[in-house]
């Protein structure tokens, strides 16, 4: 699959730097619409090589105008299309109306009632333009499209291009070809199931966009690889830093462990693990590498010199609270995670200045008092909001993970797959991000660039197939990814 550039755009800007672009270039709007139905052209038959019959749903705007190009184009080619309006073609206005006449004068037609069948069908229906669920002929046309034989161009329509929130109705594609510079709504929320496979077709424009600096950005494999440097040959264990693990209450080991592990093949030159007397022992049977506290008295714990991770397995109880305000007390960063998120949610305590959050929508939810519904809709402003009001990076998970430090800088992951929605993946990105802390990262960087290790460890592992991964198959990944001068 394609690697998407780092910049990622909300609809706004996007609005903005292509009219920009286009009038330094000196190019009209109609022109760069030629050039959209011409890369969607060429996609289409790249993706469906052997296409013959194509049903176009097209809308009223610009993304139909993108719709009735590709539709005349492919009519050129010798393939048969059907080409279905929401509005009578009378009513169309502007570039969409030239585009439509002109496939019209080259022999095309519209079509009329229910769609036929096709080998492929086309959304042009809204692109980024959509604000509300979709409703009508638009609704109609929507239903009628095949998820594994749809490409959409520009955006599915229906999900919304700043949030990747999914209004009822939404267009399901196969492929979906974006336009001049990545949608934000494209990769989180469910832009990624909705969009499926996504190419970037710039049209010209690349180099003459002028990328603000408030962009939110994904995290690139470069990027990555710039981050982890090879290590001196001189080095030891001391230059590593000691990542203090605190959680595994009774009968919660397992989530203390996945942690450890992670933060060991993560990198971290020394992982000790505090915790119960129970969680302790399996920990040393399992992981001979890594030290052990038991934690009987948590006012006695010694916090300085480590970079602590607070919350896998933890639990809620007494002892669970007590850590927990031992470790906010040193009043020093930190990772927060599962468990140390719901006791944050309950107490309200300061969270240390460069500390990192990992909650997942639900406590995403607790955190911000509201409820899961309000966070999805929402992704970008949630995490942004949780960021500022902690005064700490926070990386919101799930598909398309953001992260976002408190001046409301965005990151966002597009690595990862379904098969890690399952228990205990939390608990090894913590021990990752805590790893990377460690090893003299920003809190910034610790965070997104573990999001990062962590879904391409998934990835990796992923490859003998979705249904069944486990974390422990990530720990089995994790060195490979973060060894990447190995891997080239």
């Not at 002929?137 to 239903?143: H, P, Q, T, V």
């Not at 009628?144 to 749809?150: I, N, S």
């Not at 022992?281 to 480590?306: F, H």
């Not at 800088?409 to 379904?418: E, K, M």
Request: contains cysteine; hydrophobic residues 50%.
């Amino acid at each position: 699959m394609q690697e998407l550039p780092e910049p990622v755009y909300t609809s706004a800007q996007i609005r903005t730097l292509e009219a920009a672009a286009c009038k330094r270039a000196g190019l009209a709007l109609s022109a760069l619409m030629e050039r959209a139905g011409a890369a969607a052209a060429f996609e289409l038959r790249a993706w469906f090589p052997h296409a013959r019959t194509v049903a176009v749903m097209i809308g009223p705007g610009n993304n139909g105008g993108d719709g009735w190009v590709l539709a005349r184009l492919l009519r050129e080619r010798g393939m048969h299309v059907q080409a279905y309006c929401t509005v009578g073609v009378v009513e169309l206005k502007g570039d969409a109306a030239i585009a439509a006449a002109a496939f019209l004068i080259a022999g095309g037609a519209v079509a009329e009632g229910a769609v036929g069948r096709a080998d492929v069908y086309v959304d042009a229906l809204l692109g980024i333009g959509a604000r509300a669920g979709l409703s009508g002929r638009m609704a109609e046309l929507a239903a009628a499209m095949e998820p594994k034989l749809t490409l959409a161009l520009d955006l599915p329509s229906g999900l919304c291009a700043d949030t990747g929130f999914a209004w009822p109705g939404a267009v399901r594609a196969r492929y979906t070809v974006c336009f001049v510079g990545a949608k934000l709504g494209l990769l989180t929320g469910s832009g990624p199931d909705l969009a499926g496979e996504v190419r970037l077709a710039e049209l010209g424009l690349a180099e003459l966009l002028d990328v603000p600096e408030n962009l939110a950005r994904r995290v690139s494999a470069r990027a990555f690889a710039g981050a982890l440097p090879p290590r001196a040959r001189a080095a030891h264990k001391g230059h590593f830093g000691h990542v203090l693990a605190i959680g595994g209450d009774n009968g919660m080991a397992g989530a203390i462990r996945l942690s450890t592990e992670a933060a060991l093949r993560a990198g971290a030159g020394l992982v000790t693990a505090a915790t119960r007397a129970s969680s302790a022992a399996a920990i040393e049977i399992a992981l001979p590498e890594a030290m052990t506290r038991v934690v009987d008295d948590p006012a006695a714990l010694v916090l300085s010199g480590y970079t602590v991770l607070l919350g896998p397995g933890l639990g809620q109880g007494a002892w669970a609270q007590a850590l927990f305000a031992r470790v906010l007390a040193h009043a020093e960063p930190m990772v927060l995670d599962a468990d140390g998120l719901n006791l944050q949610s309950t107490c309200k305590s300061a969270i240390p200045t460069g500390s990192v959050l990992t909650p997942h929508p639900g406590e995403a939810a607790r955190l911000l008092e509201v409820t899961v519904v309000e966070v999805e809709r929402d992704r970008p402003a949630a995490v942004r909001a949780l960021a500022r009001r902690f005064g700490c990076v926070v990386i919101l998970k799930g598909a398309g993970s953001l992260i976002a430090d408190p001046a409301g800088a965005l990151w966002i992951c597009d690595r990862g797959n379904p098969g890690m929605a399952t228990g205990g993946m939390g608990d090894v990105l913590a021990g990752v991000i805590a790893a990377f802390l460690a090893q003299g990262m920003s809190a910034t960087d610790a965070a997104r660039f573990g999001v990062y290790a962590h879904a391409a460890a998934g990835d990796l592992a992923a490859r003998a197939g979705e249904r069944g991964l486990s974390p422990r198959d990530l720990l089995a990944q994790l060195r490979a990814v973060v060894n990447p001068h190995a891997l080239a």
